[in-house]
């Protein structure tokens, strides 16, 4: 349900662009980085002492894709976009019996497409509004483990709030995006299954130049 409204309301902001004057296409190229604390899971094999995996660190990640701005007068605008988004995290696996610990490493792609209201103050534009988040693809170290799996949602909807300048056509954009849901994740490990209890979050700067 929440997929559709968030399609349709994208969709009725397209089909607005054949009547508004002035539209702005840009392309955008950025960094983000991911704000995840660590996190453990502990789980137990038969006649093993306790095992765990603990995610880490989040690294950074870039994006590029493409800009709309719909100018409704000379302070307000609504600006969509379309962007390839890759970050990475690290895990920690830990076996008590053999002391040793290994480092997993993983790579998730998504597609964000966020709905923005622009107010424009002086030299800054004040941005905020929904985004939804479009599942890729990943890869994973821990896909190599035996009996250790992976799931992730296909659709999340989360939040953007920002700031951006404008330097003729250049625009310099920075941005917090948040997340309604968890992390949309899932660990198949032994048997057992485990989720991630956060929600992602990103701090995004970007250059885009419009035409």
């Known amino acids: 349900m929440t997929r559709n409204f968030f399609f349709l309301l994208l969709g009725l902001l397209f089909v ?10 840009g392309l955008k190229a950025g960094l983000a980085t991911e704000s995840l604390q660590g996190e ?6 038969s006649g093993r002492e306790s095992l765990s995996l603990a995610l880490s660190e989040g690294n950074y990640g870039f994006q590029f894709g493409a800009l709309l701005r719909i100018p409704l007068s000379d302070r307000f605008d609504i600006q969509t ?21 290994q480092v997993f490493r993983e790579r998730y792609n998504d597609v964000n497409i966020p709905i923005l209201a622009s107010w424009k103050l002086a030299f800054l534009r004040l941005n905020a509004g929904p985004v939804g988040h479009l599942f890729v693809s990943s890869t994973s ?4 483990v035996d009996g250790r ?11 953007t709030l920002g700031g951006a300048v404008d330097i ?3 625009t310099v954009d920075v941005r917090y995006d948040g997340n309604f849901s968890r992390y949309g994740e899932d660990f198949a490990v032994a048997g057992e299954t485990f989720r991630v209890d956060q929600a992602p979050k990103r701090w995004v700067g970007s250059i885009a130049y419009r035409f």
């Open 149 to 159: 799996d992976r799931t992730f949602d296909s659709f999340n909807l989360g939040y």
């Open 81 to 101: 976009e379309l962007t390839l988004n890759s970050t990475s995290a690290e895990f920690r696996f830990d076996d008590p019996e053999s002391q040793n610990s």
């Open 16 to 25: 607005s662009t054949t009547a508004t004057a002035q539209v702005e296409f």
């Open 141 to 144: 170290d821990l896909m190599d």
């Open 40 to 45: 453990r899971f502990d789980f137990t094999e």
């Open 168 to 170: 003729g056509p250049i």
